[in-house]
């Protein structure tokens, strides 16, 4: 079995579990991050989220990740730009990072 290192993509941005919150930071609907967002873009973010670790990161293959959200790779990789524009996630295959949303943990 290949042992793949996980390290950040983005190390100034590793996440951090915020106070009375779970992984899921009340900042998204709060501050507006998942406005604008597609379906797609969304399922991706909460899968990213769910299986990250305590940094936020995970290195589920695009193929598993598109068959566990039934969606064609091309809509996958349109769904993981939208939340890099959006500055919620980073990629440099395999590694998937959620990142720290601006301002730090609340």
Same mark, same amino acid.
């Given at each position: 079995? /290949? ?6 993509? /983005? ?8 106070? +009375? ?6 900042? !998204? /609907? ?13 399922? !991706? ?5 769910? /299986?990250?670790? &305590? ?15 039934? !969606?064609? !790779? ?6 993981? &730009? ?22 730090? +943990?609340?």
């Amino acid at each position: 079995m /290949v042992s793949i290192e996980k390290r950040p993509v /983005v190390p100034a941005r590793v996440r951090k579990v915020p106070r +009375a919150f779970s992984w899921v930071d009340h900042r !998204l /609907v709060r501050d507006g991050h998942i406005d604008g967002r597609s379906h797609a873009a969304l399922a !991706l973010y909460l899968f990213l989220v769910t /299986v990250g670790d &305590s940094q936020g990161l995970s290195y589920w293959g695009e193929n598993a990740v598109a068959r566990r959200l039934r !969606l064609e !790779l091309p809509a996958l990789r349109t769904a993981r &730009s939208e939340l890099e524009a959006a500055d919620l996630a980073a990629y440099e295959a395999p590694i998937w990072q959620v990142l720290e949303l601006p301002g730090g +943990a609340a």
